[in-house]
């Protein structure tokens, strides 16, 4: 499967590898578990709040190369952002793949870009938003979301 250049392939897979954020935070305020039918992949997602800043974000779980990037993508693009701007790039993330629009996203959150090819393989768009559609249940049963 084609998802675009080869830097985009690049960062894929270096965070499909990336081990930093996969771990189980005990401590969590919010935890959430994802699941997608189609394709099996299963997270777990774990936020520590500091007032309204995510302090830490983790995952853990089994899932495609695409929803474990994904996931730790997530982790890095919103670890230190408040909820409102995790919101954001939530919002961001949702447009690219879902309403096929250019991608447009903060310095810190530039990697999701690697998945903008992802949108041409409609099965695989669920694997990309799967930790991003467990991320809204999240703050929206938490009540953080408008
Ligand atoms: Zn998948």
Not at 12 to 18: C, E, G, R, T, W
Not at 124 to 143: F, S
Request: hydrophobic share 40%; net charge negative; charged share 30%.
């Amino acid at each position: 499967m084609d998802l675009g250049d080869e830097l985009y392939k690049e960062i894929i897979l270096d965070n499909y590898k990336a081990r930093k954020n996969r771990r189980r935070l005990d401590d969590a305020d919010l935890k959430r578990e994802g699941f997608n039918p189609s394709c099996g992949d299963d997270i777990e997602l774990f936020l520590k709040l500091d007032g309204d800043t995510v302090s830490e974000a983790s995952y853990v779980g089994v899932g495609c190369s695409i929803c474990v990037a994904s996931a730790n993508m997530l982790c890095n693009a919103i670890t230190g952002a408040s909820i409102e701007q995790a919101t954001d790039v939530l919002r961001r993330m949702r447009a690219m793949l879902v309403d096929g629009e250019e991608p447009d996203f903060p310095d810190e959150a530039a990697d999701l870009e690697a998945l903008q090819g992802v949108k041409q393989f409609p099965v695989r768009i669920k694997c990309a938003m799967l930790a991003w559609n467990t991320l809204e249940q999240m703050l929206h049963d938490a009540g953080l979301t408008g």
